[in-house]
């Protein structure tokens, strides 16, 4: 399973963005996707997950009421809608993908990575 994240970039305080994560490959039947964040100098950080279905999802109290988790399954797709952001969200956001259909907060539970993409939020 490979996961293609994009959508990143340099934005003020205030903006917002929109992450994006193709999964491709030999994916699940039905698999649980999640974003999570590392910032400089810090450890890996859960942001929000998603089931397959689309009718169950967590966040992280800092993404509550400001990011979106979304995702297409036609597309193979999980999206990040994330909006008022803030400096202190600026991290590298990595996709990941776990073999059970039901959301998960933990990342040992995920089996499947992408390659990160980069966001940076100015004062």
């Known amino acids: 399973v490979q996961l293609q994240a994009s959508g990143g970039g340099l934005v003020q305080a205030g903006d917002s963005l929109r992450l994006s994560c193709r999964a491709s490959?030999?994916?699940?039947?039905?698999?649980?996707m999640g974003w999570f964040r590392q910032a400089p100098g810090k450890g890996q950080e859960f942001v929000a997950s998603?089931?397959?279905?689309?009718?169950?999802?967590a966040y992280a109290n800092s993404a509550k009421g400001r990011f979106t988790i979304s995702r297409d399954n036609a597309r193979s797709t999980v999206y990040l809608q994330m909006n008022s952001l803030k400096p202190e969200d600026t991290a590298v956001y990595y996709c990941?993908?776990?073999?059970?259909?039901?959301?998960?907060?933990?990342?040992?539970?995920?089996?499947?990575w992408g390659q990160g993409t980069l966001v940076t939020v100015s004062s």
């Open positions: 490959g030999s994916t699940p039947i039905k698999y649980g």
């Open positions: 998603i089931s397959w279905s689309t009718d169950s999802t």
């Open positions: 990941a993908c776990r073999k059970f259909g039901a959301p998960s907060t933990s990342a040992a539970s995920y089996d499947y």
